[in-house]
């Protein structure tokens, strides 16, 4: 990594109120700028996020804000309303307030003097998804976005349902986070020592567990349409470069991106990253010189000049050479290809039967199948991606090819088509795609999930007639992956996943045909073609934080079986950063565990729970402490919610807020 010192114009940073169409509502903007912007203005870069930037996210925002500054843009970090130092009541996420003050907020950059009105918007993840979102709401200054590592389509592929079912591991993880996160109060070196407390004692009041709103819409509904831009593409008028990882669950995004946006107005990156920003050099890499590459960008849709970015692949991605199974790998091997249409003419479809067998497969799998799933959202840390698949593999039932006679490199989502009968009326089916080694050792290569209510859409639920055949069809996410000569091609077929998908309530089973049954491989001819490179990455100088290292380190993951009892349970650590201590003097403690606890036999025993302790403090006046529970359960009929918050300000409780919701299965 290199760090950037000196620019070519000097950077200056203020923080500043941006006021809200309502008139009484401000959000909290930390703006890094030329210092002649005024005399020679520039275009404005946004981040938009509940994430605080006076905390959270700022060991990030220094990598980046003051090195676009430094390359003449305006780079602006705004907190949402109700969030971090903004005023207001938090709401739920990407909810119409938050995309009408986003729009706000880019209309009052493009009238400030130090800017030339062109305005772009960037983002990982929430940031990402704003950033399209508010896109196609078109504003008229907003001329470009950057959107890492986010999604086009809110219901299917986000934290909450997944093929049509229910996330287990995200539904009930992030709905936690996001409790615990929106109950953190304003900093009084932003507001005022003496508006901190009342500002925090209303969003305590206000908060609403995410939980209960996700679960009452089971369905893809006027709820999920809102904020998923795949509903109408054509709404984006934006230049959009879209970047994301083979091992981050939005990749597919990308892919869709530059299927159906306009190609002059499009352009998408995949490599081998988790869910970071692809600069950071966090495990898998290799890390690129994103900020260079994105410079390319803002250049050319924001000041007009040629930069060449155009003239890239619309799909540049990362094919990842075959690997043995590991929960980390520090750089995966590979090569990047480019392709100048999506679908491409250089991928086809290699349909393989699953077997020659007529006769029907049983497949009944344990309720711990899953467990060696890996993290739903890696974050480089050491214990995320999934292991050796041989144990989930003789959990499921597993049709291998013969061993490969040549490589077989795929790019895209493969597709499954399955001959099957379902036990009972309600069912999932997964499917993983799995790369062999002759020692018997099994990669995970990608997977995919169907609720089978959905199977004739994800707006609707029907149940399945049992002792009936039908052909259900699904895609697996996207993947660039290569199998060599002598590995064979596994697909692992199994009824159950925990703790990704939350089980129905009663226990089914599964027939398939193997004849009748297919898996179609997008399989990317090989043959010479220009390389495609990146700068190595460069950042600003890293903000100087001291990070606490744990004096007795817990397992980031941890499986225990109570044999007696056939329980399973899965421990995890999110391991977010952890505590740590800012040059202004503030401590920041976090810590935070997730529970998963199922037994082998009985579907109606999965139980989540995710607990929170947040601690900010800076001096003798500034001492705010935040504990966050939640837990879900189910019942045949219904889900259980029970949702917990305490508050503390210098010792003394602030507000104790809890919650009990039930809601029906609709779906899940």
């Known amino acids: 990594m290199k760090y950037r010192k000196q620019f070519d114009r000097q950077v200056v940073r203020e923080d500043v109120w941006i006021p809200t169409r309502d008139g009484r509502t401000r959000l909290h903007a930390r703006v890094w700028r030329p210092d002649d912007a005024e005399s020679d203005p520039v275009p404005a870069l946004l981040e938009y996020l509940p994430y605080r930037k006076s905390d959270w996210t700022a060991p990030r925002d220094a990598q980046r804000h003051p090195w676009y500054a430094g390359h003449g843009y305006a780079s602006v970090r705004v907190d949402i309303r109700g969030h971090g130092d903004s005023e207001g009541l938090p709401g739920d996420e990407y909810d119409a307030q938050e995309l009408a003050d986003g729009v706000d907020v880019v209309n009052w950059l493009a009238a400030q003097p130090w800017c030339t009105g062109k305005v772009g918007m960037f983002g990982i993840s929430w940031g990402g998804f704003n950033s399209l979102q508010i896109a196609a709401l078109a504003p008229e200054p907003l001329k470009a976005i950057v959107t890492v590592c986010s999604t086009d389509d809110r219901y299917d592929n986000d934290v909450h349902y997944t093929g049509g079912a229910v996330l287990g591991i995200d539904m009930l993880a992030w709905a936690g986070t996001m409790l615990a996160f929106a109950a953190r109060p304003p900093d009084p070196a932003s507001v005022g020592a003496d508006r901190w407390l009342p500002m925090w004692r209303e969003r305590l009041d206000a908060l609403e567990p995410f939980l209960h709103a996700w679960l009452d819409h089971q369905q893809r509904d006027d709820y999920w349409k809102h904020g998923s831009v795949c509903e109408d593409y054509t709404a984006i008028d934006a230049a959009v470069l879209a970047v994301g990882g083979w091992n981050d669950p939005y990749r597919d995004t990308v892919l869709r991106l530059v299927e159906h946006l306009p190609g002059d107005r499009v352009r998408g990156i995949v490599g081998p990253w988790s869910h970071q920003y692809p600069d950071r050099g966090l495990p898998p890499g290799p890390a690129i010189g994103f900020l260079q590459e994105t410079l390319r960008w803002w250049d050319q849709h924001l000041k007009g000049i040629d930069t060449g970015v155009m003239g890239e692949p619309l799909l540049r991605a990362w094919i990842t050479d075959p690997v043995p199974p590991a929960t980390s790998y520090d750089v995966l091997p590979g090569r990047w290809v480019g392709d100048v249409n999506w679908p491409s003419p250089k991928v086809g479809w290699d349909s393989r039967p699953l077997g020659a067998g007529t006769e029907p497969v049983l497949v009944r799998s344990p309720q711990h199948t899953g467990l060696d799933a890996g993290r739903f959202f890696p974050f480089g840390n050491a214990s995320d991606l999934p292991p050796d698949q041989r144990e989930e593999d003789g959990r499921s039932v597993c049709f291998d090819s013969e061993p490969l006679t040549e490589r077989v490199e795929i790019l895209g989502r493969p597709r499954v088509r399955l001959r099957l009968d379902s036990a009972t009326p309600r069912a999932h089916v997964v499917a993983r795609l799995c790369d062999v080694a002759p020692d018997g050792s099994s990669t995970l290569v990608t997977r995919g999930v169907l609720n089978l209510l959905s199977r004739h859409g994800r707006d609707r639920a029907v149940e399945w007639t049992p ?202």
């Open 467 to 668: 002792g009936t055949y039908e052909d259900v069809e699904f895609e697996l996410t996207g993947i660039g992956y290569a199998i060599p000569p002598g590995h064979r091609i596994r697909l692992a077929v199994s009824e159950t996943y925990w703790p990704w998908v939350w089980p129905h309530g009663e226990r089914g089973e599964l027939r398939v045909v193997p004849a009748e049954s297919v898996v179609q491989l997008p399989v990317r001819e090989r043959g010479s073609e220009p390389p495609i490179r990146f700068e190595e990455p460069e950042q600003a100088v890293p903000l100087d934080v001291t990070y606490d290292r744990p004096a007795e380190p817990t397992p980031e993951r941890l499986v225990t079986h109570d044999v007696a009892k056939g329980e399973w349970t899965l421990e995890v650590d999110p391991n977010y950063g952890g505590s740590r201590t800012y040059p202004d003097g503030l401590r920041y403690e976090e810590s935070a565990r997730e529970t998963y606890r199922i037994r082998s036999d009985d579907p109606l025993s999965a139980h989540a729970v995710s607990e929170w302790r947040i601690r900010l403090r800076r001096g003798d006046d500034y001492d705010a402490e935040i504990m966050a529970w939640t837990e879900l359960r189910a019942t045949a009929a219904d889900f259980v919610m029970d949702s917990r918050v305490e508050a503390r300000a210098n010792g003394e409780t602030v507000a104790k807020r809890a919650w009990h919701r039930t809601t029906p299965r609709t779906s899940g």
